[in-house]
């Protein structure tokens, strides 16, 4: 039985892709339309520096945060796509200070975010109901230093990992296959995609908000110990000093190369996306180029 449900798994999709029309190219247009605003679809304050599509640089996405963390309940700047099921999205991004190739100060980092929606929106806002998967790059915990963060968070519990990588343009990944989700990333000009991290969510929602996020720290806001997520989200901090750009060449959206059959006991049982002893070769030649 198991053998005959990694089959069905396994099996690649055959259908046209209806995902493709989502992706975005970034010709010059004022406003950012189809895009969802994260602030603007729940009523949070506006933390966005400066946004514009193909206007700084023709072709590319220009957005930068004010200062703002997307981590547990805290939220920053946010574009995003509405995705019923399996996905795979990629980005071509690169994150860095206004006049250098590394943004400054530390946790200035932007990519791809794809988040569980809930109703919890400023006017009724409720504690431990976030549930997403990103991977950024950018400068972490330690100024001066480029790396990509992986972030997995569980009713606004989050679990992150910072690895070094090199600065610059690189095309970012996030796959979905049911219930596993798989961060990749490659810098330009390598071939191969390196996995950065893989979760597995018992998550029955076949919703997800999938777009872009960018964050920035700012010394000159003091750091709230204990932390008031209700307090720092409603805030805005226009005047504090950042110096953190996230641009976007292009995002594309597609329906992976596995398909996920439709039964939840095929996923606890026989998603091997999940087995935790599959190889990164392994990981890499299931999801394809």
Known sequence: MRSLLWLALLSPVASADDLSPLGDE??????????????QAY????????????????????????????VRDLNAPFLFRDVQGDFDVRA???VRGEAGDIA????????LLARVPNRSSAAQWQPRRENWHFI???VGHLPGR???????????YSSLKLRPFPAGWVELRLVRVGMALVALARADGQAQW??????????HNPAMQV????????????????????????????????DMVMEVDWIRFARPRLAAVPDWYAQVSANPLADTGLSDAQVLAMLGD
Not at 146 to 151: A, S
């Open 92 to 94: 071509r991004v690169r």
């Open 211 to 242: 777009g872009l996020v960018a964050y920035t720290h700012s010394d000159d806001v003091p750091h709230d110990i204990p932390e008031d997520p209700e307090v720092i989200n409603r805030s805005r901090e226009p005047g504090a000093r950042t």
């Open 194 to 203: 390196q996995v950065r991290d893989r979760w597995y969510r018992m998550e």
């Open 26 to 39: 970034f010709d010059a247009r004022d406003g950012v339309a189809p895009w969802t605003l994260f602030h």
């Open 146 to 156: 480029q790396m990509t963060e992986t972030k997995g968070t569980y009713n606004s």
């Open 43 to 70: 009523g949070w304050p506006d933390k966005i520096k400066h946004l514009d599509i193909g206007r700084t640089t023709p072709g590319v996405l220009n957005l930068q945060p004010q200062h703002s963390a997307w």
């Open 104 to 111: 400054g100060g530390s946790w200035s980092l932007g990519g």
């Open 136 to 138: 950024t790059t950018g």
